[in-house]
């Protein structure tokens, strides 16, 4: 039902509301020249046979004035997901699902999803910034896209560690000598400032293994 303004109805006769008007031209490109061809009259105490719509486009007041204002129709994006990823240090994000809703008639809408985590960092609930697109004929001037709202995760990768150092006392180690497997993205660990062990003890060499690890 579209929001109207009409001049020239007689003898007081009304219309407060349209089923629906047709129009020339279903683009909103082509607000500039497009016009209506004809209405349905919903409420109102005037008879739609009684009257001639002017089938040219004018915007000069009066009688035979008839113009048209589209709006750009609005696209959703549903059941987007972010399948969970191991850490690399990028931002990267795979997105998968998404069903794209609002297409009208017959138009024939591409949708493409993209997205990047917010923080390359491991965790839970990551906000995604999603640039999804859509592409088809007169979309881009017809359709405005709602982008979805997306968290993922980012799981921890797997670091392989060897430390040594002399008797302490404590599982913690202090400043020990290490080498590392597994950083990604040229990532460095040059020193630490601590390791914590599962064992103090010399004795325990055999089945000794590190619990965590502080960066300095």
Do not use: C, H, R, W
């Not at 006769?13 to 061809?37: F, G, H, Q, R």
């Not at 004929?137 to 040594?164: C, D, E, M, R």
């Not at 990604?184 to 390791?195: F, R, Y």
């Amino acid at each position: 039902a579209p929001t109207f303004t009409v001049t020239g109805l007689v003898n007081s006769e009304t219309i407060t509301s349209l089923t629906s008007a047709t129009l020339n031209s279903k683009d909103v490109a082509n607000n500039s020249t497009n016009y209506v061809t004809a209405i349905a009259i919903n409420v109102g105490s005037a008879t739609a046979s009684n009257y001639q719509i002017s089938q040219a486009y004018n915007a000069s007041a009066g009688t035979t004035q008839n113009t048209v204002t589209l709006s750009k129709a609005t696209l959703t994006v549903t059941g987007t997901t972010a399948p969970s990823k191991t850490y690399d240090g990028t931002t990267t994000a795979t997105i998968a699902g998404g069903t794209l809703v609002g297409a009208l008639g017959s138009d024939s809408i591409t949708l493409t999803q993209a997205g990047t985590y917010s923080s390359a960092n491991a965790g839970s609930g990551i906000s995604i910034t999603m640039n999804d697109s859509v592409s088809g004929t007169g979309v881009s001037t017809n359709y405005t896209l709602t982008q979805p709202t997306v968290t993922g995760t980012i799981n921890k990768a797997p670091l392989g560690i060897t430390v040594s150092g002399t008797y302490s006392g404590s599982t913690t180690l202090s400043a020990p000598t290490f080498t590392v497997t597994g950083l990604v993205n040229s990532e460095t660990i040059t020193s630490l400032t601590s390791a914590t062990l599962n064992s103090k003890d010399v004795a325990n060499n055999s089945t000794n293994y590190v619990t965590a690890i502080a960066i300095n």
